[in-house]
């Protein structure tokens, strides 16, 4: 298993963009397929997007998408998510997560806040 670690989050006003960043050690990061994941408070952990473990499919929650777009790099251990347009209702923690190859989630990092203000 891979070890995953989140960063990027923050506070931003609404329309405003950021950047989350997902750094993963300890696995042969290429075989493994990424997911963005987040939780508001008061609700479930819901999908947001993902990125294979070859990097050519994407998937989005029709929420975001249009809004968001994920992205690896291999060299540096990291999958990426950019965040633009944000809205108060993106407000959660967000959670990268792993899985080899195309199989389940097995792996999760600490998560991290972002807020959206109105």
């Known amino acids: 298993q891979v070890q995953l670690v989140e960063s990027g989050g923050g506070l931003v006003q609404a329309g405003g963009s950021l950047r989350l960043s997902c750094a993963a050690s300890?696995?042969?990061?290429?075989?493994?397929?990424l997911g963005w994941f987040r939780q508001a408070a008061g609700k479930e952990r819901e999908f947001v997007s993902s990125i294979s473990w070859s990097g050519s499919s994407t998937r989005y929650a029709d929420s975001v998408k249009g809004r968001f777009t994920i992205s690896r790099d291999n060299a540096k251990n990291t999958v990426y998510l950019q965040m633009n347009s944000l809205k108060p209702e993106d407000t959660a923690v967000y959670y990268c997560a792993s899985r080899l190859f195309s199989g389940q989630y097995n792996s999760w990092g600490q998560g991290t806040q972002v807020t959206v203000s109105s």
């Open positions: 300890g696995g042969t990061f290429s075989r493994y397929g």
